[in-house]
């Protein structure tokens, strides 16, 4: 109810509030127009440089050409460019504007004119050449760089420590990993592992091509350290994953004298937010008050990340509240917004959204991807469709730019919130406009499609996305393998076990679990078995599929013995693990085990039973006869019990013809879901059971009456991969008539054997 009131809410708020947000776009748009109108023109800068009758004094015209560099304004250094050539500089002062002029074209991406430029120089030195390097560099042209770093050499002209440094981002660019050992070699020779910058660079390169003992070699190897340095190393533990060493190094560091910049405690911060661990994360926070840098959007935004990672929103809202709520840049409310999600405050999240377009805060992916996380937790459709407007209007949502990535990932959030609605023609719909798809596209269509029960046509997609070239992920093969599970398709699950141990996502927890999971619903234990039985590092997934697998087959004795094994081996059940212990408990007819299970979810493993849990006692009591006991246990209940609960009792008074339960849970079915069949028909079985047929007769007349159908029995089989369904009274097969036939036959070598069918549940209203 709550969350019905909160999408009627939002659902206004939005409509009433989109007028306004567009309008403010446009106003934002004016704005930014009028700021930049206020900036220096090139028109001007040229106009301010000829006005000099003098000979403009060197570093001036450095300090214009650094400013071109940061404003990427080409235009203002070709005419500086223009102006060098026209002036009678001496050979050394040109020398140095010629090598500046070089840089400040690469780095406004204008390597083409860098290039003519260097090409047209007298004279060269290992700056000249340390620009030609750096600017191939860092527009992506990497085999270039090499060949100028080469040729500077063959010209006898030696690299120095930018010239290395820059060589070194060479490597990284490649990828190549023993080209930066052979660097690293040449540097040892020429001593300049001694140089700051250059052994940070090297520290740096193999972090980043996780080589992380060797990074640290190279660290304990310096006999000098600065800020820089010690980021790098930080930088690179936690980007490999050594979040506790990353805090260590950020101890020690501070121990040692240094000062932490914004760099140290985004790194710092990322890492305790990996290890969950806030206590670490407040003890940074202090470090950052004490520097005066929370408001520092780069690290404040770090702060409320962690808080969020480590599950303490109020102090992840304190700081976006304290420091942010009237920032004008997005990456603070991004921040704020996916942490209500991490930690399900789902009302909180979208009500900061509303806010973030009330306060005219520019939305971009990471915001949308958000937002429609939080509606797709919430399957409110109407919302989804909602936001999905506000998408078209600003553009995110663009099918012309095929490339682009952002819009991909954009509508993949979209098709991914229609899909845990339950929309499928609004997947199909996203889906088709998408011409350049990933596998991430595929994935969400099909998880549609197994979300709908259509799981023939879920693995039909997965055939599509592969005949297009697309190498399924872990998520992919899991939807598969659901929906193998789901149709019994032992023959289609073994191949898909394959093309798994192909893609070498065999050892995928995930996937482990989802195999052991298929092989148990088609009817292959022992495959099963075999799957468990290769895993290396069992986790409490595993443990439970194989505990289920045993329990779907009525083997109560293996598994509860593996429920057993599973605490000896160190792991905690959790609420799933409990769920198919008390399914074995229930179908083995092991009724005080299965109540002793219940209670200890309580008392021993700290698990809050959910619906599901008392269904399945419910279940468990009426299948031994004790319905008294099972309606007591409804009673009971510390939530109120849904149509499920009421189903599985009502199931048990039919097969004991316990009438009185039968017509209560009946009328809370009913009152709970007025066009479920089930109830109808259990109901009138009973009274059939106890011998009253105009009573069932009267109950089925009633469903009638009410347009309440029941739902059609259906069976299939694959056959050369092909499935077959058939339906009660199926009149659509195509081979109705021969299968009718062999039906016919089946019947009268039935009789021959002298097999009666039980008809007392065929009423006159069934014919």
Not at 134 to 149: I, K, M
Not at 200 to 218: F, G, H, I, Q
Not at 310 to 339: K, Y
Request: glycine share 6%.
């Amino acid at each position: 109810m709550a969350t019905d009131l909160l999408v009627k809410s939002t659902c206004l708020d939005f409509s009433s509030k989109l007028g306004l947000f567009t309008s403010n776009s446009h106003n934002r748009a004016k704005s930014s127009t009028k700021s930049l109108s206020s900036l220096p023109t090139c028109k001007n800068r040229v106009v301010q440089i000829q006005s000099y009758s003098d000979q403009i004094h060197v570093q001036k015209l450095v300090n214009f050409l650094h400013e071109c560099s940061r404003k990427k304004s080409i235009k203002e250094a070709k005419a500086i460019h223009g102006y060098v050539l026209k002036s009678n500089y001496s050979n050394e002062d040109l020398l140095i504007l010629l090598n500046h002029v070089a840089h400040t074209y690469s780095k406004c991406s204008n390597l083409k004119e860098a290039q003519l430029l260097f090409n047209t120089m007298c004279e060269k030195n290992v700056f000249s050449w340390t620009v030609m390097v750096t600017g191939s560099t860092e527009n992506g042209l990497f085999h270039d760089a090499f060949r100028y770093f080469i040729e500077m050499q063959t010209y006898g002209i030696f690299p120095d420590a930018f010239t290395y440094s820059a060589f070194i981002q060479l490597c990284l660019g490649l990828d190549y990993l023993n080209l930066g050992k052979m660097i690293h070699a040449q540097i040892i020779k020429t001593r300049y592992t001694l140089n700051v910058r250059v052994a940070t660079s090297l520290l740096n390169m193999y972090a980043k091509m996780r080589k992380v003992n060797d990074s640290w070699k190279v660290f304990s190897s310096m006999e000098e350290h600065n800020e820089v340095s010690w980021n790098a190393l930080i930088s690179g533990f936690t980007e490999n994953g050594l979040f506790a060493k990353a805090f260590d190094s950020f101890l020690e560091m501070i121990e040692k004298g240094f000062t932490p910049n914004k760099f140290t405690f985004v790194s710092v911060l990322k890492a305790i937010g990996k290890l969950h661990d806030v206590n670490k994360g407040k003890h940074v926070h202090k470090c950052i008050v004490e520097s005066d840098m929370e408001s520092d959007v780069f690290v404040g935004t770090s702060l409320i990340d962690m808080y969020s990672k480590c599950g303490d929103i109020s102090d992840a809202r304190f700081v976006f509240e304290t420091n942010f709520i009237t920032c004008s840049l997005n990456m603070p409310w991004n921040a704020m917004l996916s942490g209500y999600i991490q930690c399900n405050c789902i009302q909180e999240a979208l009500e900061l959204y509303i806010r973030m377009c009330e306060s005219n805060i520019k939305s971009d992916v990471y915001t949308y991807c958000s937002v429609f996380t939080a509606i797709a937790t919430m399957k409110s459709l109407r919302l989804v469709r909602q936001v999905h407007g506000i998408v078209k209007k600003s553009g995110y949502e663009s099918y012309d730019n095929d490339n682009d990535t952002v819009s991909l990932s954009v509508r993949n959030a979209i098709g991914d919130a229609y899909a845990k609605c339950g929309s499928l023609e609004d997947v199909k719909t996203v889906f088709d406009k998408v011409k350049e798809r990933d596998v991430v596209s595929w994935t969400i269509l099909m998880s549609c499609y197994s979300r709908c029960l259509q799981w023939e046509e879920a693995l039909v997609i997965f055939s599509e996305m592969r005949k297009d070239g697309f190498t399924p992920n872990q998520f992919t093969f899991s939807n598969a393998l659901v929906a193998c599970a789901s149709l019994c398709f032992l023959e289609y699950g073994r191949q898909l076990h394959g093309l798994i141990w192909k893609t070498g996502w065999n050892t995928d927890k995930c996937i482990e679990s989802g195999l052991i999971d298929m092989y148990a619903k088609c009817g292959s234990l022992n495959d099963a078995k075999i799957v468990f039985e290769s895993v290396n590092n069992h986790d409490v997934v595993t443990w439970t599929s194989i505990i289920s697998s045993y329990a779907q087959h009525g083997d109560v004795v293996n598994a509860l013995e593996m429920f057993k094994k599973m605490k000896d081996h160190g792991f905690e059940p959790n609420s799933i693990t409990m769920l198919c212990v008390l399914f074995a408990c229930s179908h083995g007819g092991r009724v005080e085990e299965g109540l002793y299970y219940f209670k200890t979810m309580k008392e021993i493993y700290n698990l809050v039973p959910q619906m599901e849990h008392y269904s399945c006692v419910v279940d468990m009591l009426g299948r031994v006869g004790r319905i008294n006991d099972a309606y007591e246990f409804i009673k009971k209940m510390d939530v109120e019990p849904n149509v499920m609960v009421w189903e599985n009792l009502l199931g048990a008074c039919r097969v004991y013809g316990n009438i009185e339960l039968g017509e209560i849970a009946a009328k809370k079915i009913i009152s709970i879901n007025p066009h479920d069949s089930s109830p109808y028909v259990l109901l009138s079985n009973a009274y059939v059971q106890r011998g009253s047929f105009m009573e069932g007769i009267g109950v089925r007349n009633v469903m009638k009456e009410r347009g309440v159908k029941k739902e059609a029995g259906c069976s299939w089989i694959c056959v050369r991969g092909r499935v077959h369904k058939f339906y009660a009274k199926d009149e659509e097969h195509e081979e109705k008539n021969e299968l009718y036939f062999v039906l016919d036959v089946l019947k009268e070598k039935l009789r021959d054997m002298g097999y009666i069918p039980d008809l007392r549940y065929v009423l006159e209203s069934d014919s």
